[in-house]
């Protein structure tokens, strides 16, 4: 890959912060968006602006094609069966929700079990145990191994032939581990259990195929892969979305409305109500051409190149710990011996290199790792191994400006 070319399409990279060329290493938290997704989404406004599936005038035809042309972009990208099971939402956070609201709500008893692990992010949390408090289900949870992976015999273990539904990221967006979403899938499966995906850190980074994985629901966010704000994917099987119940109400949604009652419209629409994320969506399909024509596989490769060297370059810094396991996806979480992780942001920001510093949106695996926050650099297609270098420089200044105290 071009890396060179690839950022001159990021025209936010072209700046400096604090007197310093930006490094910007928080793309788990939001990717940057290239010109091919920002001009996508300006033409729209311009040219064709208009409300979809309503209106019989050219620009409301114009904006539906494109809508729906994303939505076909999205099956494409992620080897669903039908467009009927791409439902647009406002972001992973929503996709999860739908799934528990639409469908654990409905479906679930007392006596059944949901099964997550410590390491997800709160919005693959919160959800189900809402869902468990509602139904009167119980939640559990996967143990992590040493490093922090799930192995399959602790799936095993955990997972009954009570458990009706088992939740799970395919990335961590703490540690970085890439969970095996197949075999996981084969065991829920085998206990007549549905398996839900926290895809969010793992689409925009690599090739998903839906229907090999066998998942029953996908969820993942535009904005963290080169697309805009505001915009994200629910997928799921059609059989299991036919079952389920709208979560929102109102216009677009519906088929026929009387004085007290009223029927649905057909998937994918059903779960669409209101007028839509229209040039979210657009940006969307946008950002998948865009990462099309590089290639999922070649910024696979990429990342896993420049985290190998990342993990190289820290661990040479004394009194710093890396997190999570050895083989990982492109992001290292760390913490330096005596400095905050806030601190040790403040720092790299006064150097022009953002980082993220907190608890990442996962408390009990914080928890689980026996500290309150991190720091966490994670990479994509537009960072290199000089970004790296950066962020080494800036954390053994973070260790001179907070005295060394090793």
Same mark, same amino acid.
């Given at each position: 890959?071009?890396? *060179?070319?690839?950022?001159?399409?990021?025209? +936010?990279?072209?700046? &400096? =912060?604090? @007197?310093?060329?930006?490094?910007?290493?928080?793309?788990? $938290? !939001?990717? *940057? /968006?290239?010109?091919q997704v920002i001009e996508a989404i300006e033409n729209y406004y311009k040219n064709n602006n208009s409300n979809v599936h309503r209106g019989v005038h050219t620009l409301g035809n114009r904006a539906t094609d494109q809508y729906e042309g994303a939505r076909e972009k999205v099956k494409q990208f992620i080897g669903a069966n039908s467009v009927q099971e791409i439902i647009f939402t406002r972001g992973t956070t929503t996709s999860l929700n739908t799934v528990a609201y639409g469908y654990a709500r409905h479906f679930l008893k007392e006596g059944d079990e949901i099964i997550i692990t410590q390491m997800e992010h709160h919005s693959n949390i919160i959800p189900w145990q809402q869902a468990a408090k509602y139904t009167g289900a119980t939640l559990k949870? +996967?143990?992590?191994? &040493? %490093?922090? #992976?799930? !192995?399959?015999?602790? =799936? /095993? &273990?955990t997972v009954t032939s009570n458990t009706k539904i088992v939740a799970i990221a395919h990335v961590s967006n703490v540690l970085g581990a890439v969970n095996p979403i197949k075999e996981i899938a084969e065991i829920a499966h085998q206990n007549g259990a549905i398996l839900v995906v926290d895809g969010a850190q793992s689409v925009p980074h690599m090739k998903v195929n839906v229907q090999d994985? %066998?998942?029953?629901?996908?969820?993942?966010? @535009?904005? /963290?892969m080169c697309g805009p704000t505001g915009i994200g994917v629910l997928y799921g099987k059609k059989a299991l979305l036919e079952k389920m119940e709208p979560v929102e109400f109102g216009g677009e949604m519906i088929d026929f409305v009387d004085l007290y009652d009223s029927t649905w419209k057909e998937l994918p629409w059903k779960f669409e109500g209101g007028t839509p994320v229209i040039a979210g969506a657009i940006g969307l399909g946008a950002a998948i051409d865009f990462l099309e024509e590089i290639g999922l596989d070649k910024i696979t490769e990429h990342e896993n190149q420049l985290v190998h060297y990342a993990q190289q370059k820290l661990s040479e810094i004394d009194g710093l710990t890396i997190y999570g396991p050895e083989k990982r996806a492109g992001l290292v979480t760390f913490n330096i011996d005596g400095v905050h992780p806030h601190d040790t942001a403040t720092v790299l920001d006064a150097e022009g290199i953002a980082v993220r510093a907190g608890h990442h949106?996962?408390?009990?695996?914080? /928890?689980?790792? *026996?500290? #309150? $926050?991190?720091a966490r650099a994670s990479f994509y297609l537009y960072n290199? &191994?000089?970004?790296v270098d950066r962020l080494v420089e800036g954390l053994n200044r973070a260790k001179e400006y907070f005295g060394d105290v090793f």
């Open positions: 890959m071009d890396i *060179q070319a690839i950022r001159e399409q990021f025209p +936010i990279l072209n700046q &400096e =912060v604090n @007197g310093h060329p930006l490094v910007y290493l928080d793309s788990a $938290a !939001t990717s *940057q /968006k290239p010109l949870y +996967i143990p992590l191994a &040493e %490093d922090g #992976t799930v !192995t399959i015999d602790a =799936v /095993k &273990e994985l %066998d998942c029953d629901f996908y969820a993942f966010s @535009g904005h /963290k949106c996962a408390q009990p695996l914080m /928890k689980w790792l *026996q500290c #309150t $926050a991190t290199d &191994e000089k970004d």
